[in-house]
Antibody, heavy 122, light 105 residues
């Protein structure tokens, strides 16, 4: 069974940083691209970032480019999202999501974690 | 950038109703569209890929159709478990539609 377990969320002040982690199990992690999708309170889904299965290629939404960094450690079956220069509007539940097909770096996202809440506030 | 617009934003329906949600793209996107279901406080669930192909385990009352700029997600006979918010997603930009909430009438 595929499992994705996010951690690292919390309350942070504007301008602060956090690192989110997503521990994966139940599939061959190194074969699949991974993504982060967020959802602000009461709002819709927003794709944030993706990383290829090898980690060589990374992709970002314009809203986070230059502030967030995605990475992965295939030896630990974990994907990370480093959040820097956080703003109020980054407050959201952050979901980790696995691509449907191996080695494609493309939606759809077949499996999702339960999410971790990031709150940016003074 | 290609944008996705869903309609309606909210849909009120009863158990047993047939419901249809539309997702329109600002330019042709072929069949590169997926659909998801999300319940309050839960992660999204993957339903449909390539506009019309049902993910394994998704009930057959769900169906997707369309290509180019107009797509639909239909539920043939709404069940209590189907009251949720539904999102479309375009493969190439990773972007989602704004969502359609299906609520109890």
């Amino acid at each position: 069974e595929v499992q994705l377990l996010e951690s690292g969320g919390g309350l942070v002040q504007p301008g602060g940083s956090l690192r989110l982690s997503c521990a994966a199990s139940g599939f061959t992690f190194s074969r699949y691209a991974m993504n982060w999708v967020r959802q602000a309170p009461g709002k819709g889904l927003e794709w944030v970032s993706g990383v290829s299965n090898s980690g060589d290629d990374t992709y970002y939404a314009d809203s986070v480019k230059g502030r967030f960094t995605i990475s992965r450690d295939n030896s630990k079956n974990t994907v990370y999202l480093q959040l820097n220069s956080l703003r109020d509007e980054d407050t959201a539940v952050y979901y980790c999501a696995k691509d449907y097909l191996p080695q494609t770096s493309s939606p759809p996202f077949q499996h999702w974690g339960q999410g971790t809440l990031v709150s940016v506030s003074t | 950038d290609i944008q996705l617009t869903q309609s309606p934003s909210t849909l009120s329906a009863s158990v047993g109703d047939r419901v249809t949600i539309t997702c329109r793209a600002t330019q042709s996107i072929g069949s590169w569209l997926a659909w998801y279901q999300q319940k309050p406080g839960k992660a999204p669930k993957f339903l449909i890929y390539r506009a019309s192909r049902l993910e394994n385990g998704v009930p057959s009352r769900f169906s997707g159709s369309g290509s180019g700029t107009e797509f639909t997600l239909s539920i043939s006979s709404l069940q209590p478990d189907d009251f949720a918010t539904y999102y479309c997603q375009y493969y190439k930009t990773y972007g989602f539609g704004q969502g359609t909430k299906v609520e109890i009438k």
